[in-house]
């Protein structure tokens, strides 16, 4: 029996992955006069006085929203939310394995932008932070955007920065292993969706100076009439040398290639027309740009995938759970750039790199407790609970 029909019997068998539980008992009517009526009456009221109470009276605190609209889901598209469930049921369950956290999902059958800021700022007094997941570019960028200025609690688009930490906490773990300097390669990035962009804006951040950046229609360069206003501004700031053409062109004398798009994308000819000793990570799902066995043929000296079925899983379940936990443990509302960077090198730090394993596996328990304390560097930009 294959690992899908493994996993669709799995599901069937426990009609999806998660369920809730009651923190306390219920099994004499004193019990219930407590957590029910007449007592919770009590403490309803004195949430109605002060609303920051709820963070100390339910279970508010611990609780986290995972969004989505099912447009963009793992590499098989807009599928809609019905069918984006497992996924999101996936992540909730990595959240309360990893860092003890209780997250709901929420799969809506929407996808206008305004219509899913609205949903997300009328839930917002049931959670301490927003986790939004397979939300298709280049909606995704506003949402986020948006919710970020107006919620007060921490919002997390894994897609996009969840994916860009994981490729930069292997990236310095590569560099490490191949003494390459960031200012001085050359780096390819296939893939202009949320995941591609936020990557590509995370590695300029870090130092990374020479990146190429293709959509499906090749090389983006400020040449390009058809572009939105995030490839825009890329254009900008990449492909400094006007390059134009498609993937093979992008590859040519690159030293690092990222792959955030679709399967079998990669030829060993382009893989072979790289330096040598080239880092390939090729993280579409379920199939990778090249299978690594094929990229290594080639030439590749580091090759990750999102798989865990390979060497060198790179992927974004390593930095959803200690970063949520991280957010709310310190009270902390905003991502910014250097603490991305900063969760990145903890992430790196947890393992000694070996070539065949960049980066701490998913279920490394102390990736959670890593991230936590790159967090805390900056609790100077706590905020108090939110009215």
């Known amino acids: 029996m294959d690992n899908n029909q493994q996993s669709i019997n799995l599901h069937r068998e426990w009609r999806g992955k ?86 709901i999902p929420l799969c809506l059958r929407e996808k206008d932008t305004e219509a899913i800021i609205k949903f997300c700022r009328q839930i917002e007094p049931s959670f301490a932070g927003i986790n939004l997941e397979d939300i298709a570019a280049p909606r995704c960028f506003e949402i986020l955007s948006r919710l970020e200025t107006e919620l007060s609690i921490p919002v997390f688009h894994d897609d996009q920065d969840g994916t860009a930490i994981v490729v930069l906490a292997a990236l310095v773990n590569a560099l490490k292993l191949t003494s390459r300097q960031k200012e001085e390669m050359k780096v390819v990035v296939n893939g202009a969706g949320a995941a591609g962009i936020a990557t590509t804006r995370l590695l300029l951040s870090y130092g990374v100076s020479n990146i190429i950046i293709l959509d499906s229609r090749g090389i983006i360069s400020t040449e ?8 825009k501004d890329l254009a900008v700031k990449t492909n400094t040398n006007k390059v134009s053409g498609d993937l093979a062109v992008a590859l040519e004398g690159a030293d690092v290639f990222v792959g955030l798009s679709k399967g079998n994308l990669v030829t060993a000819e382009m893989v072979s027309s790289m330096n040598k000793g080239a880092i390939i990570f090729a993280m579409a799902n379920p199939t990778p740009e090249i299978m690594p066995d094929l990229a290594k043929q080639a030439g590749a000296l580091i090759v990750g995938t999102g798989r865990s079925d390979f060497a060198n899983q790179i992927n974004n379940a390593l930095v959803f759970p200690g970063m949520f936990k991280g957010l709310l443990t310190y009270h902390i509302k905003d991502v910014t750039v250097a603490m991305k960077i900063s969760v990145a090198e903890a992430i790196a730090a947890v393992v000694e790199p070996q070539h065949n394993y960049l980066l701490p596996k998913v279920m490394d328990k102390k990736v959670v407790g890593a991230i936590v304390e790159a967090i805390a560097e900056f609790k100077p930009a706590a905020i108090s609970a939110p009215s």
């Open 224 to 231: 390009r009439s058809d572009l939105d206003a995030a490839k």
């Open 18 to 103: 998660i369920e809730l539980r009651n923190k306390v008992p219920l099994a004499t009517d004193a019990d219930l006069a407590l957590a029910y009526t007449p007592g919770v009456a009590a403490v309803s009221s004195a949430i109605a006085q002060d609303s920051r109470r709820s963070w100390e009276l339910t279970n508010r605190a611990n609780q986290v929203a995972i969004i989505s609209d099912g447009t963009a889901v793992l590499g098989l598209g807009d599928i809609g939310p019905e069918a984006a469930m497992p996924v999101m049921e996936g992540k909730a369950a990595i959240f309360k394995e990893f860092a003890g956290l209780d997250a």
